[in-house]
């Protein structure tokens, strides 16, 4: 889902704006996954926190991002 994270994060935004929002903001976002990537992090997180319920998966950010 094209800008999916962009929309959550900045909710008032128009859809039309959302690629150049994208462009503005990309310093500080994690590199876009392809599907099968994503779900197979997904899964591994899942299986993780099915033994350790307390465990949190944190999304690690480029050098330098705010936040």
């Known amino acids: 889902m094209n800008y999916h994270t962009e929309h959550h994060m900045y909710a008032s935004v128009p859809c039309y704006k959302l ?3 994208r ?3 990309e310093h500080d976002l994690p590199p876009a ?3 099968v990537p ?4 997904i ?3 899942l299986r993780r926190q099915r033994r350790d319920p307390a465990c949190q998966f944190v999304m690690p950010l480029p050098q330098g991002a705010a936040g």
Do not use: D, F, Q, S
């Open 19 to 21: 690629g150049r929002l």
């Open 23 to 25: 462009r503005e903001i």
């Open 33 to 35: 996954k392809w599907l």
């Open 38 to 41: 994503a779900w197979i992090e």
């Open 43 to 45: 899964i591994g997180v």
